[in-house]
């Protein structure tokens, strides 16, 4: 229905979200124009008309005119849950883990959005990773931004649309909206959590489970009462599913409650420090950055499909007492805390120039990091059975932006949490961990 765009807002420079109604040719045939043009301001409207942390803002609407499209701007996130987890548009392929913290984060911070919107009697009906933006402004996963209302329903309107026209994304879309769009609530976008939070745990989509296996089986770290869970939020029927979003975050808090308890009582005195699983004394990550593209990304930096290095680097971690790091094996210090602040590739430099110019923890050779140097700090504890690993660093401050360049306007950055790594525009805002010596 529409293109959106990268912009920088004129005067201040401040980035936005620029959405323009574009559609393409079948769907203005089929819909009509008239009514293409209702359902794209109506999904300003209703994005304006909700002040939520978890729903993202309308800075401005155009009408458009002969020269200029229908558009609005909204803002901007680089992070979104998709990329996160590695989903590509074959949906079925296997995406990363999440770990159960950070999961349950972005499921909790989906629901609150959406009772908010519940409560004002609409219904999103898209609900799916790439329609929740990640706010790269806190640490961890960020906080939980729903976009994209173009497909949703205010209780009790006439839709705009044609009859038989299928509303939602395959995979994440509830039976009864599959069968008949006009006749989702709530419980219908409730069902597309479910399966996001089962793809965010386990790498799979539901209907991969089969039908003996249970999640307890599946997945290490979670017993039974998970799939009373999902068995609940995922169920055909709605009226067998939560009644609210908020029964449902409650429903979730439980799990964490237990999922804590298990925890402490596993890791009681968890080793702080990653032990590496090998110990290569000739070994040493590049230091030395280069430019590369996307193509040959995976390859030259040595990572899976799903961008996870295919062997994790032997970092051996000591906290020096001086604000650094010493890595034992490479023998380079690491800045301990880092940037205070998620920052852009820009200002990150400058972060590391003012380290060296206040001789930081006693060095003058800071520099930013490699993707290789980087994926020393992974510790690969979001897999199933490897949540008592710990890093040395705050794994608050994961995303951290590498020296190594993809384009022009392009560099790559890793998750040192989620043990990825992908690239971003430069006017992103990730964290800064420098590095020094060779």
Known sequence: MGAVYKAAMPVTGRIVALKVLRPAEILEDIVGEGALREMF???????????????????????????TPPHFTMEYFCGNLGVLMGETYEVELESRRLGIEASLHIARGML????????????????????????????????????????????????????????????????????????????????????????????????????????????????????????????????KRFKDAMTMIDALNNLEVAWQSQKDATCVAPDLLFEPERHDPEWLPR???????????????????????????????????????????????????????????????????????????????????TVDELTTLFTGRTEPGEFCLESVFDPRKARLWSSDTKAFTAAWYADAEMGFVWWQDRTCRFFVRAVCGR
């Open 41 to 67: 301001f109506k999904e300003a409207a209703t994005m304006a008309s909700i002040s939520h942390g978890n729903v993202a803002s309308i800075l401005d609407v155009g009408t458009g005119d002969s020269v």
């Open 112 to 239: 609150h959005g959406l009772d908010r919107l519940h409560f004002e009697g609409i219904v999103h009906r898209d609900v799916k990773p790439f329609n929740v933006m990640l706010a790269e402004d806190q640490g961890g996963p960020g906080q939980v931004k729903l976009i994209d209302f173009g497909l949703s329903k205010l209780r009790g309107e006439k839709p705009a649309g044609h009859k038989g026209m299928v509303v939602g994304s395959p995979y994440y879309t509830a039976p009864e909206q599959e069968a008949d769009p006009e006749s989702a609530d709530a419980r219908s976008d409730i069902y597309s959590v479910g399966v996001s939070l089962y793809r965010m745990l386990t790498g799979s989509l539901p209907e991969e489970r089969g039908s003996t296996k249970r999640l307890c089986d599946i997945h290490a770290d979670l017993d039974c009462a998970w799939d009373d869970f999902f068995d609940q939020a995922l169920a055909s029927e709605p009226d």
């Open 287 to 369: 230091h030395e950055s280069v430019k590369v593209g996307v193509k040959g990304a995976r390859a030259f930096f040595d990572l899976d499909v799903l961008w996870r290095p295919n062997e994790y680097g032997p970092g051996e971690f000591k906290d020096s007492g001086d604000g650094k790091v010493l890595d034992r094996v490479s023998g380079r210090g690491w800045e301990k805390v880092g940037s205070r602040y998620p920052l852009t590739w820009e200002h990150a430099h400058a972060h590391v120039a003012r380290l060296n110019r206040h001789g930081f923890a006693g060095r003058t050779d800071w520099r930013l990091p």
